[in-house]
């Protein structure tokens, strides 16, 4: 998001005696990015010529920003110009005969910002334009780990010379806001120094998150981590062994970030599972995996986490022992089987009987 330059070309409209009345002039907003130049417009909206007269700005009340009277200025000459603005501020010579006594500040610093007043004091009713100025400045904000053990780290989040001041928010991958230390301010007159700690528990990508609401403007800089014991094994039991197969389970607790759950056969190749049940428990996930073989291998759960690189597997041997009643594809086989003994049998009766003849003659047996 970029730094939103408001470039005022209206003219400004006089109160006249309305001014006397209580009504003060419009205040123009402006916001521009430190380095950048600013442009305060103020004009008659008479568009008198004012190239005899005399205008004056002040920043806050106070400040001599710039003087124009009767050709005289800070530029050739003339003294008593703020030092904060000395040979950063001109106007417009060739638009004075159109009323208009705008100036550009060049090279803004995040001092310039203020009230800043356009008065023509002799000039009757009296006139005065009105311009609040923001310079302002949205550093990238820095993420250093402080220090880190296995189950923990202890993140710093750091923002030098912003203005106006930001709020600084650790977030998580979800977006969520992770609970912080009382953030340490430094002010330099405008411009501010902050720093931010939080420590986290989980592995994940966190951000810190710079908000300067008054000028709309948001930045962040993120960060991983990885902390160990995120990435537990996977558990695989045999449920139960039936007539279709036998049903597996792989179980994986709180790992972080979420793995993928595969079962696999002895050869690699993926085994079709059942929908995981997948239980979030705020970034730490439980993975519940199912499936059903039928044939004697050994099988493979294996988790995986791409964004850590890792990969762990737990494997169980599966033996499928030959079903106790038959089944549909054993009857054919076992039937055959039978006849063929029973033909035997009644072929050995009939050569006993003597009836040797007809064996030579078997194919017309009956
Ligand atoms: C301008 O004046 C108003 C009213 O006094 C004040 O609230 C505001 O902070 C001033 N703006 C700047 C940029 O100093
Ligand atoms: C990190 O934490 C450990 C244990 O709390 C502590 O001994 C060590 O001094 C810390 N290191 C830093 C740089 O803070
Ligand atoms: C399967 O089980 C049977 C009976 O318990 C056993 O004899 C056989 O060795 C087992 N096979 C394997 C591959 O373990």
């Given at each position: 998001m970029e730094l939103l330059a408001v470039v005022c070309l209206c003219l400004l409209t006089w109160s006249g005696t309305t001014f006397a009345a209580g009504n003060g002039p419009d205040v123009i907003k402006m916001v521009v990015k430190e380095g950048d130049d600013a442009i305060l417009p103020c004009s008659l909206s008479t568009r008198e010529n004012i190239v005899q007269e005399l205008f004056d700005w002040k920043r806050d009340g106070q400040k001599e920003v710039f003087m124009y009277d009767d050709g005289d200025q800070y530029n050739n000459g003339r003294t008593g110009q703020d030092e904060q603005f000395r040979g950063r501020v001109s106007h417009f010579p060739d638009q004075l005969q159109f009323g208009d006594a705008s100036i550009v500040i060049r090279n803004t610093k995040v001092t310039d910002s203020g009230n800043y007043t356009c008065d023509f004091p002799r000039l009757q009713p009296i006139r005065r334009g009105l311009i609040e100025l923001v310079v302002g400045a949205s550093p990238k904000p820095s993420i250093i780990t402080l220090n880190q053990?296995?189950?923990?780290?202890?993140?710093?989040?750091?923002?030098?010379?912003?203005?106006?001041?930001?709020?600084?928010?650790?977030q998580d991958s979800g977006g969520n806001m992770v609970p912080a230390k009382d953030p340490q301010v430094t002010d330099r007159g405008g411009s501010y120094d902050i720093i931010l700690q939080t420590t986290v528990t989980k592995t994940d990508h966190y951000r810190c998150v710079a908000t300067q609401e008054e000028i709309n403007h948001q930045v962040h800089a993120e960060t991983f981590v990885h902390l160990n014991g995120a990435a537990p094994e996977p558990s695989v039991t045999i449920l139960e062994q039936t007539n279709d197969g036998v049903l597996l389970q792989c179980v994986v607790k709180g790992a972080s970030p979420k793995p993928q759950l595969q079962w696999q056969?002895?050869?690699?190749?993926?085994?079709?599972?059942?929908?995981?049940?997948?239980?979030?428990?705020?970034?730490?996930?439980?993975?519940?995996?199912?499936?059903?073989?039928?044939?004697?291998?050994?099988?493979?759960?294996?988790?995986?986490?791409?964004?850590?690189?890792?990969?762990?597997?737990?494997?169980?041997?599966?033996?499928?022992?030959?079903?106790?009643?038959?089944?549909?594809?054993?009857?054919?086989?076992?039937?055959?089987?039978?006849?063929?003994v029973v033909g035997a049998v009644v072929l050995l009766v009939l050569v006993k009987k003597g009836r040797i003849k007809l064996i030579s003659e078997k194919?017309?047996?009956e």
């Amino acid at each position: 998001m970029e730094l939103l330059a408001v470039v005022c070309l209206c003219l400004l409209t006089w109160s006249g005696t309305t001014f006397a009345a209580g009504n003060g002039p419009d205040v123009i907003k402006m916001v521009v990015k430190e380095g950048d130049d600013a442009i305060l417009p103020c004009s008659l909206s008479t568009r008198e010529n004012i190239v005899q007269e005399l205008f004056d700005w002040k920043r806050d009340g106070q400040k001599e920003v710039f003087m124009y009277d009767d050709g005289d200025q800070y530029n050739n000459g003339r003294t008593g110009q703020d030092e904060q603005f000395r040979g950063r501020v001109s106007h417009f010579p060739d638009q004075l005969q159109f009323g208009d006594a705008s100036i550009v500040i060049r090279n803004t610093k995040v001092t310039d910002s203020g009230n800043y007043t356009c008065d023509f004091p002799r000039l009757q009713p009296i006139r005065r334009g009105l311009i609040e100025l923001v310079v302002g400045a949205s550093p990238k904000p820095s993420i250093i780990t402080l220090n880190q053990t296995k189950d923990w780290a202890l993140l710093q989040c750091e923002v030098q010379g912003a203005s106006p001041k930001p709020q600084l928010q650790w977030q998580d991958s979800g977006g969520n806001m992770v609970p912080a230390k009382d953030p340490q301010v430094t002010d330099r007159g405008g411009s501010y120094d902050i720093i931010l700690q939080t420590t986290v528990t989980k592995t994940d990508h966190y951000r810190c998150v710079a908000t300067q609401e008054e000028i709309n403007h948001q930045v962040h800089a993120e960060t991983f981590v990885h902390l160990n014991g995120a990435a537990p094994e996977p558990s695989v039991t045999i449920l139960e062994q039936t007539n279709d197969g036998v049903l597996l389970q792989c179980v994986v607790k709180g790992a972080s970030p979420k793995p993928q759950l595969q079962w696999q056969d002895s050869g690699g190749n993926m085994v079709p599972a059942k929908d995981p049940q997948v239980t979030d428990r705020g970034g730490s996930y439980d993975i519940i995996l199912q499936t059903t073989v039928t044939k004697t291998d050994h099988y493979r759960c294996v988790a995986t986490q791409e964004e850590i690189n890792h990969q762990v597997y737990a494997e169980t041997l599966v033996n499928v022992t030959a079903p106790e009643t038959p089944t549909g594809w054993i009857v054919g086989p076992v039937l055959g089987a039978f006849l063929v003994v029973v033909g035997a049998v009644v072929l050995l009766v009939l050569v006993k009987k003597g009836r040797i003849k007809l064996i030579s003659e078997k194919g017309r047996l009956e």
